[in-house]
């Protein structure tokens, strides 16, 4: 039985964990918990009963700190009323506040930055033999010391020490255990005018080459099908082999360089040195961790996304024919005040060359609307290269400033909160009918399908109160979810023959019949021969 079921542990290490934002810390959370779990530490799933409250939190908008400032108040309710507890905020809204937060909230008894987590366990038993203890017992922040050197400070490889002793739990991971995230860089050194990453996040650090293929080769080892590659910018991956080891000689994270190192497409940089670029890392992963049958990658900046990548893509089966890739606006004015690095040309370029190379991609992005002295002109040009690139589909959202951050300083917040709504709210009706076109090309096709979990739709009709009327002895089939190699979300009825349980973590064809701007519709393809509801071929393949 999981510690789950033990929510208040008699020696109060019972830890609530909840996690805001992105993929990035969906990862730090997994080794947050790996590192106290090896502690003697307990999880529960709640916050009442715990000794010990972690908030990961998120700060690239507004939206997202203001969920976690309403959970931090809720805390201070509660200590108010007597109850005991340890508050900790971690992540990058901890990291971009700093520890005047503390005298803000007093209820929040510890704060560790992203760059820091390998020290939580310490503020953690810091907080708990005292309840008056230093603000540097309590606070551990990178305070954006890794932009004053070239090398490594002791931190980062603390901190990849603790990527290093993962502990992949097959139990709590996504689809069944069969899918997990592997980072193969921290920070960012792009420094685009809104985004608070580099400041909380600290300088582009490149993993060593064999600490991520081990690390891949370990998931696959308990059961992982499908690995997520983790980057701020996956394809500035550069990782020069040499200069930087440990003292025992063994290779280390290393600083990774500025956009100046990727002038020229898919060119080695620094020829006199071994490189390992990101082209390279995808193919030894590829051909060194056979088991993985899926392995994709997220998020690709636009400039420097070398015709090397797209080849190794190419010739790869396994490698997803998917890209992320945000272009943020189709406006150039605009991409220059974001400090972006490319222009409008420079995108679509590499979308016709990324389709050339590979004719079934499917691309996904990231739009903000309403930054600072957009004209309806501007948007225009972001509606237009919706239509040009038809995306699968955009994440937009509206500006939000950003407190130290260029833009927040230089620009201001001049479009209005109305004319930002309603530029959301076009660019989602656009966005929905050309993700609709794109999805209804794949009717009558076979896609591979990595079946995830029970349909929204399934939990919702068997909830409570959310059922539909059954009639008689007939039972609705369930409905299954999963995601093509595109990422396309599919969704089919599990036949009579099979239980859920069999699907969940695993490939399998699926014939589409419908579609929406959303999903896919289809049926698992039978095998007329045996007879059987899946045909025998129906490995994960
Ligand atoms: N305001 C709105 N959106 C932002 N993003 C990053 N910073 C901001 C901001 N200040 C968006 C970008 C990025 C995604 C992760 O979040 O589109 O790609
Ligand atoms: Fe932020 Fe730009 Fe770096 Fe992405 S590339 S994390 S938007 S600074």
Redesign the pocket.
Known sequence: MSDEHHPARPNGRSVYLETFGCQMNVLDSELVRGQLAALGYGFTDDPTSAAVVLYNTCS?REQAENKVLSRIGRIGVWKKRGHKVILGVLGCLAEREGSAMLRKYPQIDLMCGPGELDNLPMLIDNAMKTEAVEVADRVALQGNKTRRWATLAAAEDNLELLDLSRSFDPDRASAGGRSAYVRITRG?????T?????YT?GAEVHRPPDHIVNECKRLADLGVIEITLLG??VNHYAYTHGPAVTVNGAEAAQVGPGLSAFASRGAKPQAARRVTTFADLLKRIHDEVTAVKRLRFV?S?PRDFGDDILAVMAECRRICRYLHV?A?SGSNRILKL???GYSREHYVEFIDRARAALPDVSIAG?IIVGFPTETDADFEMTKDLLRRVRFKNNFIFKYSPRPGTAANARLGDDVPPLVKRRRNRDLLALGALISAEVHAEYVGRVVDVFVQKVSEKTTKRSAPGGGRVQLGWETPPIQMSGRTGGDLITVFDVPASHSCDDLVGRIVPVRITGSGPLILIGEPVVDQAQGAAYPAAMVDS
């Open positions: 690239v960012c050194n792009k420094f685009c809104y985004c608070v990453v580099p996040r701020q910018t998020t900046y945000p943020q974001m400090n972006r990231d």
